[in-house]
Structure formats: structure tokens, C-alpha cells
């Protein structure tokens, strides 16, 4: 009973190794696959417009955001979301800081300070969005404006690693 139980276990297996094809292939393409997006388009992908994220949905999003403009200024905003309070450095050097104020759409904080005047901001693809005008933001608006990026390595940590976990805060 047992031959009978391992020829049949063994039989589709040897059907298998039977119907396979021994002879190497001539025609196959081995050179290595290319990347046929342009650099240029991989970068503007990860700044191109998007909807809006809320506030909640965003989560901690504490840490350093920086903005290179095209005539090659930079500016950066940092914010701490456990007191709602900002720094802003603008492209001159001079640095502003205060607390922002969450707004009622959920979506947008206001500094009322940004470069003389109020500033608005969203998040969008991860990145902190400068609207151009106090517009309400809502569910699935595509924003556009100034993106500013964050710096990882500059983000406030927000919870401690699980037990045993190789990833801590440096202090």
C-alpha cells in the first residue's frame, strides 16, 4: 500500500519534469531591464500636485520642512505639532516663530506671520503645501502651491520603538 501511495505522489511530479523543455532558449533578451522614466519625471512625480490630507489623517507631522525655489532661494518651515507652534526661516535669513492655528476645515493651519502676511498651509503626497489664498480645502481637492518637504533626519520622534527593536532615538 505504501509503493502504491508514494508511485502516485511521484507520478505528477515525473509528469512535470517530463514536459519541461531541456533545449536553452536562443531568442531570450538577457540585457538588464532600463528604467525608461527620465530622471526629471521620477523627481517631479514625487512633487506633483495631489489631494489634500487632513490634519488627523496626517498624523505627527512635526519636524523641518525646506523649499528650493527655481531661482534657487531656500526657505524652511519647522513645525511641533504638540504645542502648535512654528519657526519659519525665510530665504533672507530672517526667522519668524509663533503658533499656528489649526483651522475649521480641518485640513489647513494658518501662520499668521509667513513673509508679512498670512500664510496657509495643507498637506498633500507627505509634503507641506502653501496655498496661494485662504481657499477651504475639502475631501479629494487637488492643492497646488509651494511644496516644502520634510527633513526625515530632522523630524521630532513620536513614539518608542518596539521592544527588542533595532530602531531608537539618537540623543
Do not use: H, W
Not at 138 to 148: D, K, Q
Amino acid at each position: 500500500m505504501r509503493k502504491i501511495i508514494a508511485i502516485s505522489a511521484a507520478a505528477p511530479l515525473a509528469l512535470l519534469a517530463a514536459c519541461g523543455d531541456n533545449e536553452p532558449a536562443d531568442d531570450l533578451d538577457m540585457d538588464p531591464v532600463e528604467n525608461t522614466m527620465p530622471a526629471d519625471d521620477v523627481a517631479s512625480d514625487m512633487q506633483a500636485d495631489g489631494p489634500a490630507t487632513t490634519l488627523e489623517e496626517t498624523g505627527d507631522f512635526s519636524g523641518t520642512y525646506n523649499m528650493q525655489s527655481e531661482d534657487g532661494t531656500s526657505r524652511s518651515i519647522r513645525l511641533d505639532s504638540s504645542d502648535d507652534s512654528y519657526e519659519y526661516t525665510a530665504s533672507d535669513g530672517t526667522t519668524r516663530t509663533g503658533n499656528y492655528t489649526r483651522l475649521d476645515d480641518g485640513y489647513r493651519l494658518q501662520i499668521e506671520d509667513y513673509d508679512g502676511s498670512p500664510g496657509y498651509f495643507t498637506f498633500s503626497n507627505g509634503q507641506l503645501v502653501r496655498l496661494q489664498e485662504d481657499t477651504s480645502v475639502n475631501e479629494g481637492m487637488t492643492v497646488e502651491g509651494e511644496r516644502y518637504s520634510r527633513d526625515d533626519d530632522d523630524a521630532v520622534f513620536s513614539r518608542e520603538p518596539e521592544l527588542g527593536s533595532p530602531v531608537a532615538p539618537q540623543d
